[in-house]
């Protein structure tokens, strides 16, 4: 099997990362930073959405799995101290695959047939540096409603948990292929109206937004922000590719909402 190792950089992940190397290449695993089955990511969450961009071209080839040394590893399975069961495990047990759906986000251009496309494991955020942004929001080639405020938040079940929650949308089981638009800070009086509430929108739904208002606008995939002008359209949908975890061991979704959120550990 064919492994590739990122890191997040700290000393403690570097020093995780080699001995972690080290050890696979023992057992004859191969190191190969082009076509890994496995990227083991070791860091925090952070780290493993730059293991996930760096290598979204190869999802139907590679799985994923975290070592959890950063602040909050939501997808981390594994603590530093388990290292050398977790390297048994990869060099002498099959993992079972388990999927999660992603967001794919495309967007258009006013002038040409320029088209983005990007796929997000946590979500896509949409702000402006101009004011208030103002959509009018299409579900399924049907007009909506018309959105007015600080900016909006599309995301992915997995990533329902993360700047989602903040915002005060739901939690969403990973099993379930859909995606989440959660509101910022929408206006809402006498003459402006929003829904008010995340709309949760299942695989087959796709979501349109139109600006009204011509703005530049920063659109924020993950982690990775990108500056956009005339824009046409940003199309959200639930994307066919889905991102591959090696599993060696149970950790329920739920568990691990708990364990990040409420769990005591004093």
Same mark, same amino acid.
């Given at each position: 099997?064919?492994?590739?190792? %990122?890191?997040?950089?700290?000393?403690?992940?570097?020093?995780?990362?080699?001995?972690?190397?080290?050890?696979l290449i023992d057992f004859d695993l191969v190191y190969d930073k082009e076509?890994?089955?496995?990227?083991?990511?070791?860091?925090?969450?952070?780290?493993?959405?730059?293991?996930?961009?760096?290598?979204?071209?190869? =999802?139907?080839?590679?799985?994923?799995?975290?070592?959890?040394?950063?602040?909050?590893?939501?997808?981390?399975?594994?603590?530093?101290?388990?290292?050398?069961? =977790?390297? %048994?495990?990869?060099?002498?047990?099959?993992?079972?695959?388990?999927?999660?759906?992603? =967001?794919?986000?495309?967007?258009?251009?006013?002038?040409?047939?320029?088209?983005?496309?990007?796929?997000?494991?946590?979500?896509?955020?949409?702000?402006?540096?101009?004011?208030?942004?103002?959509?009018?929001?299409?579900?399924?080639?049907?007009?909506?409603?018309t959105f007015r405020g600080d900016g909006l938040c599309i995301s992915t079940p997995s990533g329902?948990?993360?700047?989602?929650?903040?915002?005060?949308?739901?939690?969403?089981?990973?099993?379930?292929?859909?995606?989440?638009?959660?509101?910022?800070?929408?206006?809402?009086?006498?003459?402006?109206?929003?829904?008010?509430?995340?709309? %949760?929108?299942?695989?087959?739904?796709?979501?349109?937004?139109?600006?009204?208002?011509?703005?530049?606008?920063?659109?924020?995939?993950?982690?990775?922000?990108?500056?956009?002008?005339?824009?046409?359209?940003?199309?959200?949908?639930?994307?066919?590719?889905? %991102?591959?975890?090696?599993?060696?061991?149970?950790?329920?979704?739920?568990?691990?909402?708990?364990?990040?959120?409420?769990?005591?550990?004093?």
């Open positions: 099997m064919k492994f590739k190792i %990122i890191s997040k950089g700290d000393e403690r992940s570097n020093i995780i990362k080699a001995r972690m190397k080290q050890h076509e890994p089955d496995l990227v083991i990511s070791v860091g925090g969450d952070g780290t493993f959405l730059e293991a996930f961009h760096r290598y979204q071209h190869r =999802l139907s080839n590679t799985a994923f799995i975290g070592i959890h040394t950063g602040h909050l590893g939501f997808y981390a399975d594994y603590l530093p101290e388990e290292l050398e069961k =977790l390297v %048994i495990e990869i060099a002498k047990t099959p993992y079972h695959i388990v999927e999660y759906p992603l =967001l794919e986000v495309i967007i258009r251009s006013k002038t040409g047939n320029k088209m983005d496309c990007y796929l997000a494991l946590n979500e896509a955020t949409i702000k402006t540096p101009e004011s208030s942004v103002v959509f009018d929001v299409e579900i399924r080639g049907e007009r909506f409603e329902s948990t993360a700047y989602n929650k903040a915002l005060g949308g739901g939690i969403i089981h990973p099993s379930l292929e859909a995606i989440q638009l959660t509101e910022m800070a929408s206006i809402n009086n006498r003459v402006f109206r929003t829904i008010g509430s995340p709309l %949760i929108l299942p695989k087959h739904h796709t979501c349109l937004l139109k600006p009204i208002v011509d703005r530049s606008f920063f659109i924020t995939i993950d982690h990775n922000t990108h500056n956009y002008t005339n824009v046409k359209s940003i199309q959200c949908r639930v994307a066919k590719e889905k %991102i591959r975890f090696a599993r060696f061991r149970p950790f329920p979704f739920w568990n691990r909402v708990r364990d990040s959120f409420i769990a005591d550990n004093n």
